[in-house]
């Protein structure tokens, strides 16, 4: 028993000078022992970080068997640990997300630098591709209207002259001398009408398939998201191959990721006082800019303001209000939770799943790149065929950057 008290008594007095250390070797070293009920109920509060009720069941069970009461407020003594506790929490789970955010930046950096220009060309192909496919659906569109029309009158000319022939028969007698003449020509017509009915009928059904198959075809919609990913990736690569960017050995490196993790635990926005959220957000954010561009100078003068007398106050070190720091502990637990959340979608995404697989990123791009050269060669194939087939391809291609079809050509009536 003397050892249960001696251990509980060694929390609780850690628990008054914030030392997690012995807090932990203390807890381990109850659990293997034979305790009570009572005491493990302590030692779930103590693994629920729940130090705020805490500390009084520590006293209370001491108190019991042994006599001895002391009488302070122990309770704002562990809920300010507890919120400490959970404030260093939060520190490492943020510093884990952003290890991912700064590899995945990094990794993405790399990737456009290294096949953008690749990557911006084979966007522009397809976007071509699906020009040039529209422009042939509407010349064969139009084409088959044409025939289609053509037959039509065509065959309302040879109805027409069928009905004046069929009304000369009627005005001339069966006797007269051309009668037999005019005859063979309304057989003829006759027949020859037949045969451009049954024509009509075969371009009518081609022509209206056809207008049936554009209807539902996406070639137009495809051709716009296409223009669109050119553009929008256009627009992301300029940026990231205009961007400065500090170069590093990886000596200077390690040293400037070591920097960046110790300065972003001085400054976080979730654990400085309330006054004071503001201005940390700004310099995390600045913080971050000068990480990704490497700038290892930046790092080191904003770590080094942090460290003098400019650096902030952290929420469980200025607050004495028990029911504020209640408050505090709710909305830090809200906090770890929601970053949590956070961190397990980041692992599920693809590019995180991707750089977790390779183990050398100079090797994969390089291979990335023999890939998608292989693609661009074969999609440069396919627009030339298209634009062999296409009599208007070349003139709409050498345009294509400025030239845009719009909705009301796509639909208008040819």
């Known amino acids: 028993m003397q050892q249960i008290l001696k251990r509980l008594e060694l929390i609780k007095t850690s628990i008054v000078i914030e030392d997690e250390e012995i807090i932990e070797l203390q807890v381990a070293k109850l659990s293997s022992m034979d305790v009570d009920d009572e005491v ?70 790399k990737y456009n630098l290294v096949l953008g220009n690749l990557i911006q060309k084979i966007l522009h192909l397809k976007q071509e591709i699906l020009y040039l496919e529209t422009i042939s659906k509407n010349s064969e569109y139009q084409r088959r209207k044409d025939k289609f029309e053509k037959t ?16 000369e028969l009627e005005d001339k007698d069966v006797l007269d001398d051309d009668y037999d003449e005019i005859y063979e020509e309304y057989e003829r017509v006759k027949e020859e009408l037949k045969e451009k009915e049954q024509e009509l009928n075969y371009e009518k059904e081609k022509f209206e398939e056809l207008e049936d198959e554009l209807e539902d075809d996406p070639t137009w919609e495809e051709y716009q998201k296409a223009k669109e990913d050119y553009e929008e990736f256009s627009e992301e690569y300029e940026e990231i191959i205009n961007e400065e960017r500090c170069e590093l050995n990886d000596e200077e490196l390690a040293e400037l990721k070591k920097i960046y993790r110790k300065a972003s635990k001085l400054c976080h926005p979730d654990i400085v006082a309330d006054e004071l959220k503001e201005q940390a957000h700004e310099i995390m954010q600045q913080l971050n800019e000068a990480y990704s561009r490497k700038d290892l100078k930046i790092v080191k003068e904003i770590l080094l ?110």
């Open 305 to 414: 303001d942090l460290e003098s007398e400019n650096g902030f106050k952290i929420a469980s070190d200025a607050i004495t209000d028990k029911e504020l720091l209640k408050s505090k502990i709710v909305v830090m637990r809200e906090e770890i939770e929601k970053v949590s959340v956070e961190i397990e979608e980041i692992r599920q995404d693809e590019v995180v799943e991707i750089i977790d697989e390779i183990d050398d990123w100079d090797e994969y791009l390089e291979s990335l790149k023999d890939q998608l050269e292989d693609e661009y060669e074969s999609l440069k194939e396919k627009r030339d065929r298209l634009n062999e087939n296409s009599y208007e391809a070349e003139e709409y291609i050498d345009t294509l950057d400025e030239y845009d079809l719009s909705d009301d050509y796509w639909s208008k009536e040819f």
């Open 152 to 167: 039509k009158s065509e065959y309302e000319d040879l109805k027409e002259e069928l009905d004046e022939i069929e009304k």
């Open 40 to 109: 493990k109920k302590i030692l779930q509060k103590i693994a629920d970080c729940d130090y705020g009720s805490v500390v009084l069941d520590i006293e209370n069970y001491i108190a019991k068997y042994s006599g001895v009461v002391v009488y302070e407020d122990k309770e704002l003594q562990g809920l300010r640990l507890e919120l400490k506790v959970l404030e260093n929490r939060l520190q490492e789970l943020s510093e884990q997300k952003n290890e991912y955010i700064n590899t995945i930046n990094e990794f993405n950096t």
